[in-house]
Structures are given as structure tokens and as C-alpha cells.
């Protein structure tokens, strides 16, 4: 068997929304339950094989650009060919597929916070923060032919 046919998540993925945007997915040298997730905005982040055949946990983390990255779920559906990557929503062990339910958020979504203050009588001043909203990217693996000598 092939890295590939083991992990079948590694690769290069073409956004959906984007035809621009392209994330690659590699295994860490050191370490084959761990993936390394490049082409993000947020920027390189690590991903922790969870489940089999292909259900990452993202752990919150800070980038090397310094980019706080909220905890996240990827999934990489081998059937359809297409890998899904949610950012600021927990994993969840029992059901990882679930957090991908309830969002309408496209891969463009900003990850910023929104702060509202509003004043009150007297001196007191209630802020509000908003949660940031989930970052999502939907993406086809792009396969690579192979060159077939006649």
C-alpha cells in the first residue's frame, strides 16, 4: 500500500468558492498521526488524526505568523473526493461529521471578533463580544494523473 492509499487525506484540494485558493494537506515527519494543513488564511496549521479513514482534530493554536486558530474539525470524504475543514467549533468525538450541520458560513467568512458597547445610566458600560463566526473550507481533491508510456 501507498502513503496515499494509508492517508488518504494527503494532497491538494481546489476550493469550491475560491479557484484561486488551494490548501495542501502533508503528514509530519516525525509524527504520521499528525497532517500539516497549508494554503489556509490563517496559515500553516497542525491537524491530529482522530479517526479512520480521514477525521482530523484541529487543537486551537497559534500559527508561526502568530494567528490564534480556534479548535476545528477537517474531514476528508473519499468517496466524493472532498475535504471539509471547520474553524471556532469543537470537535466532537462522538459524531465529528456534526459540526458541519448547522453552518452556512463560506470559506470567505472573517474570524474577527465584533465588540458592541453599550451605555448604561450612570457610569456603568456593558460590552457585548460577539463569538467569531466558524470558518469553513470546502474543497476537491485534485488527483494527479500519471503519464502513461506507449
Not at 474539525?73 to 461529521?97: E, Q, S, V, Y
Amino acid at each position: 500500500m501507498t502513503t496515499e492509499q494509508i492517508f488518504p487525506v494527503i494532497g491538494q484540494y481546489q476550493s469550491s468558492t475560491n479557484a484561486d485558493q488551494k490548501v495542501t494537506i502533508t503528514l509530519d515527519d516525525q509524527n504520521k498521526g499528525f497532517v500539516w494543513i497549508d494554503g489556509l488564511p490563517q496559515g500553516r496549521v497542525k491537524g491530529v488524526f482522530k479517526k479512520t479513514p480521514a477525521t482530523y482534530k484541529i487543537p486551537a493554536q497559534k500559527t508561526a505568523e502568530g494567528t490564534e486558530v480556534p479548535e476545528g474539525t477537517l474531514i476528508f470524504d473519499k468517496d466524493a473526493n472532498t475535504l471539509t475543514i471547520m474553524l471556532g467549533r469543537p470537535f466532537n468525538d462522538a459524531d465529528p461529521a456534526s459540526v458541519f450541520a448547522t453552518t452556512t458560513m463560506t470559506d470567505e467568512s472573517a474570524t474577527t471578533e465584533k465588540a458592541t458597547v453599550t451605555k448604561t445610566k450612570g457610569n456603568k458600560t456593558k460590552t457585548k463580544v460577539k463569538k467569531p463566526e466558524p470558518w469553513v473550507f470546502t474543497g476537491t481533491k485534485i488527483v494527479q494523473g500519471t503519464a502513461v508510456n506507449q
